[in-house]
Structures are given as structure tokens and as C-alpha cells.
């Protein structure tokens, strides 16, 4: 497998990654407007306020989702975001 295969991989991992994340959020329940009622954000939600006694924690999986289903990614979490998406890119060249 040549090296330039792996490089468009691992581009198109990270690429597809961040423009993917906003629509997975919306498509789980993370959406603008809110948690969507009966989605599966919504069970998250649920779980975690049961676990903290009736509140969803700052910083919480929970609550930085829904941060990001509101008001997008942050630069931060943007290239996290690309960093998995060319891993997990850059693996699947080498599988291949």
C-alpha cells in the first residue's frame, strides 16, 4: 500500500469526521433547539440527572454534547474531532 493512499485516507477520515459530527449530534437527539424529547440524548440525559441526583453535571459528556449540538464544535473540539477521523482513517488503509 503506497504512503499517498494512506495520506488521502487519513484526509478523508478527518474531513469526513468533522463535517459528519454536527449531523450524527442531531441525528442522536443533540439538536439546536435542545435534547429532542425520546431520543437517545434524551435517555443520556436522563441517565446522568438520575446519577447526579437530579442535575446533569457541568462539563458532563452530557452536557458538552449538547453544547456542541447547539452551537457546533469548538476549534478544540474540532481537531479532536479530525484527529480520531485520520486515525481511524489511517487504520482502515492499513486493513485494507
Request: cysteine-free; aromatic content about 4%.
Amino acid at each position: 500500500l503506497s504512503l499517498s493512499v494512506t495520506y488521502v485516507a487519513v484526509a478523508a477520515g478527518a474531513g469526513g469526521a468533522v463535517v459528519s459530527a454536527p449531523i450524527v449530534l442531531g441525528a442522536i437527539g443533540f439538536t439546536s433547539a435542545g435534547i429532542a424529547a425520546g431520543s437517545y440524548a434524551a435517555g443520556m440525559m436522563s441517565t446522568a440527572a438520575i446519577a447526579n441526583g437530579g442535575g446533569v453535571a457541568a462539563g458532563s459528556l452530557v452536557a458538552l454534547l449538547q453544547s456542541a449540538g447547539m452551537a457546533g464544535l469548538s476549534t478544540a473540539a474540532s481537531a479532536g474531532v479530525a484527529g480520531a477521523g485520520g486515525a481511524a482513517g489511517g487504520l482502515l488503509a492499513l486493513l485494507i
